[in-house]
């Protein structure tokens, strides 16, 4: 069993320090420790990423790949946090939590669309699931279907995410309204009003309505803009498309799916690719489709 990691070593530039992880939470460490933190271990430069679960912070070690067949190990063969991932073999590893899976386009299509059907043609979701043969034939359709699903969690680029999985990890769907502390960290989709794109002094966002005093936004991080050229400097196109849409009731409708967090601003979603956005259930090109119309 590899050792429980409770200390990191944050290293940025000539800076070299311990942080626990007492003294650690999402706001401190987006801000401050991100991408800088590794094994306790100083002779192993295993990068170390801080992670919220349902009932606890933690630290873990960024995922292994597999690589032509080979496992890519973060750790040196001897560090006392080496973790065995069971990478090769394929029913272990999908009873193993601790791994990410990157989602898949098609996935990430059908969420955002169940979760803009959700809002306006509920009625569509009912009846999806239940076969000519009635609710057993259905269910226990869902319970084989259950066992497949794996256990690891949806994760994202930057979190260094595994690509394949067997199956899909499931993608929980949340109005931003219901957003609470135990979603922070996780990767959700949200949905909610837009009220403006805002080209703000740290990101450009969209900037959500809420019912509650909380503030909360969609950010274009710098992995989108880092995976998304094209889309992140025609940005304008959801500004120009949130204001076309606000002129009537109700304001456009945003889905999106992206790692939730909390910063100085309030509820932020982070999203690293235009397909893990829609308005009005539309993509980036079915956008510049109807603004071409407007015009
Ligand atoms: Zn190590």
């Not at 990890?169 to 959700?188: L, M």
């Amino acid at each position: 069993m590899p050792r429980r990691i409770i200390n990191a070593i944050y290293r940025e530039g000539e800076t070299e320090e311990i942080v626990l992880l007492s003294q650690m939470n999402e706001s401190v460490y987006q801000n401050k420790y991100k991408g800088f933190l590794f094994c306790p271990n100083k002779e192993c430069k295993a990068r170390i990423v801080f992670a919220t679960g349902e009932k606890r912070t933690y630290f873990r070690t960024w995922k292994s790949k597999v690589v032509n067949e080979e496992i890519m190990d973060e750790h040196i063969e001897d560090c006392p946090y080496f973790v065995e991932h069971n990478l090769v073999d394929k029913p272990l590893r999908r009873r193993d939590e601790s791994l990410l899976y990157k989602l898949s386009s098609d996935h990430i299509n059908r969420v955002l669309k169940k979760s803009f059907d959700r809002q306006f043609n509920p009625s569509k979701l009912q009846n999806r699931g239940k076969s000519k043969d009635g609710e057993k034939g259905a269910s226990s359709r869902v319970r084989s279907e259950r066992r497949q699903v794996p256990q690891g969690s949806a994760g994202l680029g930057s979190d260094g995410a595994l690509d394949k999985a067997e199956r899909e990890p499931s993608v929980f769907t949340k109005s931003v309204d219901d957003i609470i502390e135990a979603d922070y960290g996780t990767v959700q989709c949200v949905d909610g009003f837009a009220d403006k794109l805002i080209f703000g002094n740290d990101y450009p966002y969209i900037l959500l309505t809420t019912k509650n005093d909380k503030k909360a936004r969609i950010v274009f991080t710098e992995a989108f803009a880092a995976n998304n050229d094209a889309q992140y400097k025609n940005l304008v196109v959801y500004e120009k498309y949130i204001d076309y849409l606000s002129e009537n009731e109700p304001k456009p409708f945003c889905s999106c799916i992206g790692k939730v967090t909390k910063d100085n601003f309030g509820v932020t979603v982070n999203i690293e690719d235009y397909i893990a956005l829609r308005i009005n259930n539309k993509n980036y090109y079915q956008i510049i489709r109807d603004i071409n119309k407007i015009k």
